[in-house]
């Protein structure tokens, strides 16, 4: 089993900046790729980014590219997820995933991942 703590969340204005932490623990060396994803109110959850955990091969949605980083700190056996230029529809409650390696091409689908975090909540209000 893995465990996963998210941290972080909080409101801000449009334009402002968060940082969310995830901190991994248990059965941390069966890991192969963590992600963010995010769901709003009334819509389904959807992928935010993802990182390996070996290469730091990452992934974005086309709708965060160029304004979020995720990158990943393995002597922490910690995934963060820097969030800059943050606009309303940024509004969600922000989950941490991990998933072994199931040979997923992309692993962007939320049924790639077996492992999730409580959720941490981010707004950024106009």
């Known amino acids: 089993q893995v465990q996963l703590v998210e941290s972080g969340g909080g409101s801000v204005q449009a334009g402002g900046s968060l940082r969310l932490s995830c901190a991994a623990s248990g059965r941390t060396f069966s890991m192969y790729v963590m992600a963010w994803f995010r769901q709003a109110p009334g819509k389904e959850r959807e992928f935010v980014a993802r990182i390996t955990w070996s290469s730091a091969a990452t992934r974005y949605a086309d709708s965060v590219k160029g304004r979020f980083t995720i990158s990943r700190d393995n002597a922490k056996n910690t995934v963060y997820l820097q969030m800059n230029s943050l606009k309303p529809e940024d509004t969600a409650v922000y989950y941490c995933?991990?998933?072994?390696?199931?040979?997923?091409?992309?692993?962007?689908?939320?049924?790639?991942?077996?492992?999730w975090g409580q959720g941490t909540q981010v707004t950024a209000s106009s």
């Open positions: 995933a991990a998933a072994q390696y199931s040979g997923s091409h992309y692993y962007t689908a939320t049924g790639d991942y077996e492992y």
